[in-house]
Every structure is written in structure tokens, then in C-alpha cells.
């Protein structure tokens, strides 16, 4: 009962719906109850006869005391109004109902010049209530005119009027109850749909359905959505992105696989026979096989990169000294591909972060750039202090990258033509990713430019020194 939203949502407007309607019953019962219109003739007969007294002043002011009470007798009688006389100064001279009524409760002088001719109500001795009236007369008295205030039960006012406030009050009211309720039930839906919408949504994505859904509803609903999609569309990417891993893995695993396998099938059966052959074979089977090795100590490299539960160590790293020996190291691999590799370092200031990784990433880059350089090219190490930072970049004159691979080469498994050629160091794609990842846990950042034919530059940006003292990998994730 009640335990969805639609039908909460027509709970309440319903409940808010009987209270509106039952306060605006209330208020209409108490204002007939009052009963205006028999207060509206009250104060019409306190009015007429206020004149009848403005215009008989001149002959009312001569008259002396039985006079007046005469005059004060005939006013109660035609205007049926209780009549009251007083002095200036407050005293109460005649009252034409001073027998049969309870006195009136007024405050002297002050509060009947106060109230000329306007009608207020006062109590009498009893507590009931009474309109009255005040109106001067001469210098010397003052008229007061009272009617007691009409005030009928609510009952007795129903009762009496049934046909004419309590019936129209009904048929009002279940009319209204009857129209809003329809309303509520619309609003209900309209609140209440777009969310089942959502819901199904979500239903749709689990069993593999990413069609956007479309933002209606109330702003609240249509943000909901937009970030629905978003999460959908994010689910989407990272399930095709787990997809295209997979294949990847599978086929860069597969090609070193079957050349082992076949290699392996042609010594056993006897096919590669001579020693020249046996050796080839073999050759091929340890080079596809240290191929293997390194994809899978890639892979688990990047694995962990992602799951941040790589240790970096954080200390002082000497950057001049860390790029000679990478360039020391990589000499013999420049020299055998006749490519001239320099480095030009200035000196400079130590950075935190750890040296084997950043020397992992730059002979990565240094290992590329010699790769695809021709014979005669030049592979370049520039290492310089720019704001506040270090900016490190490897230039080579080799065959560059074309535009439409620059944006995708950091990516995992991209290789911008797989049919280049490598030789023995033939790699997977995974080498920038993994170079990239690094930099970016130092806080730093990669990047790469290049002109087709003419060659390229990656220029690695490191911070001087990191603000906080958490580890690199927390930076990273967060
Ligand atoms: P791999 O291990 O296959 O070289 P990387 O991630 O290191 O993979 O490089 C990705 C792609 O970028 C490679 O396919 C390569 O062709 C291209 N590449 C990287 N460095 C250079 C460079 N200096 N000049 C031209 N192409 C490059």
C-alpha cells in the first residue's frame, strides 16, 4: 500500500487537496454564520437614524431634559435601536433601554468623540455584544445608538439557509474534489513517468541497451537523465574499451604463439634439419618468445599503474645525470643504426619522484625515436628549466607520425602502421601508454609532435617539486 511513488504522490495531493477544501468550507460557514446581512440592515438602521438626528439637531438642542427623553423614546421605537444620551463630559443622561437591557460597557468622552460616526462594537454588562453609533448633538450632549451584533449558531445559520449556502457548498465542493483529483492523478503521472522511464532505462542498460534516453519531465527528472546518460554512455566505453583489451591481448599473444608453435612443429618434425635451419628456428622461437615476456610484463606493469598499487618511490632524482646514462645506455643501439644521439642538458634542479621509473619512460622514448629514425638521422635529448618546471624533449629526424595517429599513439595496443618494421625490440603499443601513466603520476605531462617525413618531438613536463608528501600513485587516483 502506498509504497510507490505514484501513489504516494497522489496520497498527498489528495490529503492536501481535503484540507484546502475543508478550510475554505470553514471559512464560508463562519462568514454565513456571521450572518453579513443582517449586520449590513443593523448598520443601515444605526446610519438612518445618525441623519435623522443630524437633521433634527436644531429642534433636539432646545428641548429640555423630559423633551428629550420623549425624543429619545420615538427614536428607539422607529429606528428600533436602543437609544443613549450623554453629557460632554461622559454622564450617561438618558437610556431608553435602561430597564430591560444590561448597561453598555462605553468609556466616556474621550472614546465617543473618537468614534463619531463609526460603527464598532462594545459589550454590555452581560458580555453580549453590540454595533454601535455615536453622534453629537450640541455642544453640550452626545447621541450613542447600539442594535445588538446579529450572530446566529452555525447550526441555526445552516439550518435556516440549507437551501441556499449548504447544498451549493457540497455540490462546490465534491466538484472540486472530483477535479482535482483527476489533477492529482495527471501530475502523479507526470512526475512519476519520466522516473519509471529511468527505471527501465536502467533495466535496458544491465541487458546491453545504451540508447540515450531523452531528458522530459521536471528539470530534477531531466538532470537525472542527462547523468543517466552519462553513466550509461561511460559503462558502454569502458565495457568496449575491456572488449577491445581482451582482443587486443588475444592477438598480440596469438602471432607469437603460432610462430613458436611452427617453428617448434618443424624442428620436431624434422623439417628444419640443418644446423643453419635448426639455429633460425630456434632464433625465431626465443625472439618471439622474449616478445611474449615483455607484452605480459607490460601488461602487468600497466595493470597495476591502473589499480595504482605500484610503489613509487619518492626521493631526489638528478635529471642531468639520469638522461646521460639513459643516453649512454642506448648508444651502442644508435651507433648500430647509425643514428647520431646527443643530449644537451642544462643543468638543473633535482626533482622527487622515482628515477628507475622516469628513466623507464625516457628510454622508451629514446628506443622509439632511434627505431624510427633512418640510417644518418639525428636523435636529440634537450633537457631545459621552463616555468618552474623541467621540459624535456626527445626530437628525432625520422619518419614523423602522420596527423591522424598523433592523438592515438598513447593510447594502449595503438601502433600507427603494425607492419613497420621493429626488428628483434618489436613492440606492442603499450610502451607510451605505460610512459605516459608514469608521467602522470609524477604530476607531469607527455606529449608528442611531429611532421610526416621530417620527424618528431615528445616533450615530457615534470613539476619541480610536489606540493604534498603523498605518495605518487594516491596523486594519480585522485
Ligand atoms: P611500440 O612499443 O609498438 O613502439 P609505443 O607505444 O612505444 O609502441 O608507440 C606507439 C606507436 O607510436 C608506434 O606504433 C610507433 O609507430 C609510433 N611512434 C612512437 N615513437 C615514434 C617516433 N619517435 N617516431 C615515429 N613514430 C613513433
Redesign the pocket.
Known amino acids: 500500500m502506498f509504497t510507490s511513488l505514484r501513489s504516494r504522490l497522489l496520497l498527498t495531493y489528495t490529503i492536501v487537496i481535503g484540507v484546502a477544501l475543508c478550510v475554505v468550507a470553514a471559512v464560508a460557514l463562519v462568514y454565513f454564520a456571521r450572518n453579513p446581512a443582517q449586520t449590513v440592515q443593523a448598520r443601515q438602521r444605526l446610519k438612518s437614524a445618525a441623519d435623522a438626528i443630524e437633521q433634527r439637531a436644531e429642534s433636539l438642542k432646545d428641548l429640555s431634559e423630559p423633551g428629550l427623553e420623549t425624543a429619545v423614546a420615538r427614536l428607539d421605537e422607529t429606528f428600533d435601536l436602543r437609544v443613549l444620551l450623554y453629557q460632554r463630559d461622559g454622564e450617561l443622561i438618558i437610556d431608553s433601554r435602561q430597564e430591560t437591557e444590561p448597561a453598555l460597557q462605553l468609556r466616556p468622552t474621550q472614546r465617543l468623540i473618537r468614534l463619531a460616526s463609526v460603527i464598532t462594537s462594545v459589550d454590555d454588562a452581560e458580555g453580549d455584544e453590540w454595533l454601535h453609533l455615536a453622534q453629537s448633538l450640541s455642544s453640550e450632549y452626545w447621541f450613542v445608538l447600539a442594535t445588538p451584533r446579529p450572530n446566529v449558531s452555525i447550526l441555526v445559520a445552516l439550518r435556516s439557509r440549507a437551501d441556499d449556502i449548504a447544498r451549493p457548498l457540497q455540490q462546490g465542493g465534491l466538484v472540486a474534489l472530483f477535479v482535482s483529483l483527476i489533477l492529482a492523478v495527471l501530475m502523479a503521472r507526470w512526475v512519476a513517468g519520466p522516473l519509471q522511464r529511468i527505471a527501465q532505462a536502467a533495466r535496458s542498460v544491465a541487458s546491453g541497451d545504451y540508447r540515450p534516453l531523452k531528458p522530459e519531465g521536471p528539470d530534477e527528472v531531466k538532470s537525472l537523465a542527462r547523468t543517466f546518460n552519462e553513466m550509461a554512455e561511460q559503462v558502454h566505453t569502458s565495457q568496449q574499451s575491456q572488449r577491445d583489451f581482451i582482443a587486443n591481448v588475444s592477438h598480440e599473444l596469438r602471432t607469437p604463439l603460432t610462430s613458436i608453435q611452427g617453428f617448434a612443429q618443424a624442428i620436431l618434425d624434422g623439417t628444419a634439419q640443418s644446423p643453419d635451419e635448426l639455429s633460425s628456428a630456434a632464433d625465431v622461437i626465443y625472439n618471439e618468445a622474449g616478445r611474449m615476456h615483455r607484452l605480459v610484463l607490460d601488461l602487468l606493469d600497466l595493470a597495476r599503474l591502473d589499480a595504482g598499487t605500484v610503489e613509487f618511490v619518492r626521493a631526489p632524482v638528478d635529471i642531468s645525470a639520469m638522461l646521460e646514462s639513459v643516453v649512454a645506455k642506448l648508444t651502442p643501439q644508435a651507433t648500430q643504426a647509425e643514428v647520431a644521439l646527443t643530449a644537451r642538458v642544462d643543468s638543473l634542479p633535482g626533482v622527487i619522484g622515482d628515477g628507475d621509473r622516469l628513466a623507464q619512460v625516457f628510454t622508451?622514448?629514446v628506443?622509439?625515436?632511434i627505431?624510427?629514425?633512418p640510417a644518418g638521422g639525428d636523435v636529440r635529448v634537450v633537457a631545459q628549466l621552463v616555468d618552474g618546471g623541467i621540459e624535456i624533449s626527445?626530437i628525432?629526424t625520422?619518419?614523423?607520425?602522420p596527423p591522424e595517429?598523433l592523438g592515438r599513439?598513447?593510447e594502449r595496443f595503438?601502433?600507427?602502421?603494425?607492419s613497420?618494421p621493429?626488428g628483434r625490440r618489436?613492440?606492442?603499443?603499450?610502451?607510451?601508454?605505460?610512459?605516459n601513466e608514469i608521467i602522470l603520476a609524477h604530476g607531469g605531462g607527455l606529449s608528442?609532435k611531429?611532421r610526416p617525413g621530417q620527424?618528431?618531438v615528445?616533450v615530457v613536463k615534470l613539476p619541480l617539486a610536489l606540493p604534498d608528501d603523498t605518495t605518487l600513485a594516491e596523486r594519480r587516483r585522485m
Open positions: 622508451n622514448l628506443d622509439n625515436a627505431k624510427h629514425t626527445v628525432d625520422g619518419e614523423g607520425i595517429d599513439i598513447f595503438y601502433q600507427v602502421d603494425k613497420r621493429g618489436r613492440g606492442a603499443g603499450l610502451g607510451l601508454a605505460i610512459a608528442a611531429s620527424g618528431s615528445f
